[in-house]
């Protein structure tokens, strides 16, 4: 038996496919009665050319078919019209039937939804801060949080004592999930700055938030708010970061330039525990809000605010290296640019790859959102930022990881600012980065939302690899009409192409265990289901979902899982899977395993790494 390490032939053939899309340009009519035409507003078109032709979206290659290129582009419409792929050695595969997905409005989340997490594989948390949203508390006091069902696209309100607005999360390494940081006093709830929020996950609805504000040991060392939180290898969460009050921009007399760990230290009283400062976060001001910070396979963990990023040790307390700052203008909040940990994989040595893209020329009004994109692998020796160039411009986007390792960014708007009343002109094309693809050639677009996600928008890989997209809340209290953005409460799911190919999708038929350690060897039988169009091609793909708010998405990483190949029966496989060597490279707590065949994902199966 021999280990399948594919994924970058995976990757690099799902490249081929993509650049096999043939390219042109049509003028067609865009009747109102076509799935293509959607009503939102477009300075390109006039009311009656919008009733006439519909808008497909903001960018060239959003452009589907009965787009007219006048009306919507200027002239300009490239669209993609799929075609059989080939690769050197005339290895077909899958071609989607839905070549750039489809988004589809699934739900309400009866809370805005301002910060999610999947704390179990059909649940999903969604935070907001405290407003009057439509449902109220069985007590009539404000609902602001709520726990969403994914398989009945329902949910339910939850009770919370403190003001959730703009705080952090992360999972402890027994799945529990941790909210900390928070907001100013409110009518219906207590001061949550320096709150720590304990929820232990649940299938029956039993479950809600533990708090305890009175005891130290329950409460950060200092108000945090816009606080970010991070995975450690030793299963601790890294706390850095926000500022002090409520404000637009941070400064000086508000910043909070120190660090702490949860679980506080053992052998150090709760109330005697203090913070440590980080200079850092005082050179990254005024734009160092929500910094983004992953561990590393060294142990050490990477550190990025503003245009700067470093390199340091938290045991030792110590910087171990500054890196160059990223070309091109702040990307952090309120200029706030897309982040992602690009999908790690052992045949490369799990080289860690960072991906910045947008961000805002200035915090202003009408400042465009940057266009540019900066890579930087933080294996080499001399870390250098590797400069790229988005389709389209973007702020206050969500860059994800999907099932087949691929970045998927999407939401937010093309000018102005995070914060209330400041973004302009949404972006409603999602935009498909593809890790392996050579320079300039990465990035394609695909279908449209008709659905404007602005600032307080989130989106998520689920664990059937479809993506959930909601939230968008621009506003300073729930406005439902007469602004240009009102609240949102709808939940889209977006079904990328890989769902929609003419391959059966592989499942999981064996049993993955609850719990799982470090290098484990775990029997892994799946059903390719077919065959007889393709041959069976296999990568196993593990998943951490992290904790989202505000472009930020704390924690997220996935790795490909070294395999190897046993016994075949029929259509059934089974591989002896190796789980990740160290805690460095994926920290301990819930994850999600996929497996694809020929680029086609499984349902996911959870399992606790620890």
Known sequence: MAPIRKLGFLLAAASVLSQSLVARTEAAACKADENHSAA?????????????????????????????????????????????????????????????????????????????????????????????????????????????????????????????????????????????????????????????????????????????????????????WYVSITSLPSGKLFVLGGSTKSLAVNFMETNNPTWEIYPKPAGVKAADYKPNFMQFMVDALPNNLYPNVYSLPDGNIYIFANQNSMIFNVERNEVIKHLPPIPGGPRSYPLTGSHVLLPLDPAKNYAHEVLVCGGSEAQLPRAKALQTC????????????????????????????????????????????????????PVYTPTIYDPEAPLGSRFQEWVPSNIPRMYHSVAMLLPDATVFVAGSNENPAVT??????????????????????????????????????????????????????????????????????????????MTKLVATKGKVEGTKITYLVEMPPNANLMPPGPHYIHVLNNGVPSVASHLILN
């Open 374 to 425: 900066g890579r930087i692998n933080l294996n080499d020796v001399d870390p250098q930022w590797e400069m790229d160039e988005m389709p389209t411009p973007r702020l206050m986007g969500d860059a994800l990881i999907l099932a087949d390792g691929k970045i998927m960014i999407l939401n937010g708007c093309q000018a102005g600012y995070a914060g209330f009343h400041h973004g302009k002109d």
């Open 40 to 224: 939102f507003n477009t300075p390109l078109l006039t009311s009656v050319e919008m009733f006439n032709y519909g808008h497909c979206g903001n960018s060239p290659l959003a452009c589907g078919v009965g787009c007219d290129a006048t009306a919507s582009f200027n002239g300009v419409c490239q669209r993609y019209v799929a075609a059989d792929a080939f690769t050197a050695d005339s290895k077909r595969w899958p071609v989607p039937t839905l070549p750039k997905g489809a988004f589809k409005v699934i739900g309400n989340s009866g809370v805005t939804a301002q910060h999610i997490a999947l704390v179990t594989p059909t649940k999903m948390l969604i935070i907001d801060r405290a407003e009057d949203n439509p449902p109220k508390l069985p007590s009539g006091n404000l609902a602001y949080n709520a726990e969403y069902d994914l398989v009945k696209n329902e949910y339910r309100v939850l009770e919370v004592q403190t003001n959730t607005f703009c705080s952090g999360g992360g999972f402890l390494p027994n799945g529990t999930m941790i909210s900390a940081g928070g907001a100013e006093m409110h009518q219906s709830s207590d001061s949550g700055f320096q709150s720590l929020r304990m929820w232990n996950p649940c299938n029956d609805d039993s479950c809600g938030w533990i708090e305890n504000p009175q005891d130290p040991a329950w409460t950060l060392t200092s108000n945090r």
């Open 480 to 557: 439902l009409e007469g602004v240009p953005f009102p609240t949102e409460y709808r939940i889209e799911s977006f079904t990328p192409p890989y769902l929609t190919t003419d391959l059966a999708r592989p499942e999981i038929v064996s049993k993955v265990p609850d719990l799982v350690t470090y290098a484990q060897e775990v029997p892994v039988t799946i059903d390719v289901k077919d065959m007889s169009k393709y041959e069976a091609d296999v990568t196993f793909m593990l998943g951490h979902k992290g904790f989202v708010t505000h472009s930020t998405h704390m924690s997220q990483r």
